[in-house]
């Protein structure tokens, strides 16, 4: 009992900070719906521990901790692989643009380099 109140406290200050996030732009909408999603079910889980056992027997797993456990891993692994293959994409967008910078770089040193080359008060 004294830990589901720790733990309600505890996932109702995410959702305010979440809440205060979204207010301050800092997360977009898709983001802070994401998170309000994870919080409220974890709170449900919290308030109501029994519901996971009933989930975990009709889905054919043991006790409801597993399946808190088997989502939460899954949900982990979703999460990452979008996280890499946003990463992936800074990546290429980065290299895209060092490109370009060294391009104009070398173009802007090669006019000045001209520009040098055929002045007569030289």
Known sequence: MILQGILS??????????AA???????????SFAWV????????IVL????????ATVVG???G???????SILTIFVILFKMLVHFDHIDERITK????MALNEYERKEHAKKSSDS???V
Do not use: E, F, N
């Not at 999603?37 to 449900?44: F, H, K, P, S, T």
């Not at 643009?97 to 370009?100: G, R």
């Open 97 to 100: 643009l060092a490109q370009h």
């Open 65 to 71: 901790v597993d399946l808190v456990v088997y989502v």
């Open 9 to 18: 406290i505890v996932i109702l200050l995410s959702l305010w900070r979440g």
């Open 61 to 63: 797993i043991g006790r």
């Open 119 to 121: 002045d007569p008060r």
């Open 37 to 44: 999603l994870l919080w409220m079910g974890a709170l449900v």
């Open 21 to 31: 996030a979204l207010h301050k732009r800092q997360l977009s909408m898709y983001v």
């Open 48 to 55: 109501w521990p029994d519901l996971t056992s009933q989930l």
